[in-house]
């Protein structure tokens, strides 16, 4: 997975602590889809996403395109972040 466009905002500590573990749906047409783990060696093109983190996190979106579940993952581990920086004085 090529990742969200903005993920050079997360440290590395982020990125280890909210590793991504993805999932795709396969079935056929006119059958219930299936929710299976996403190996490397995978091709070709599937009718939905969904993403787990490391912290107990996921998408849960049933399915929703690559993109809209890596804004999702990207928005958590973002979060996840902040709430561990210091805030600053003004």
């Known amino acids: 997975m090529s990742g969200h466009i ?3 905002l997360l440290t ?5 602590e909210h590793r991504a573990r993805w999932f795709v749906y396969a079935g056929g047409y006119g059958q219930p889809l299936e929710k299976i783990p996403h190996q490397a060696t995978m091709r070709g093109q599937w009718p939905g996403y969904d993403v787990q983190c490391s912290c107990g996190w996921e998408s849960k ?3 929703a395109t690559r993109s809209s579940v890596e804004e999702s993952l990207f928005d958590h581990r973002y979060g996840e972040q902040c709430a561990k920086e210091p805030e600053m004085e003004g």
């Open 6 to 8: 903005l993920n050079s």
């Open 12 to 16: 590395e500590e982020t990125k280890r």
């Open 61 to 63: 979106t049933g399915g």
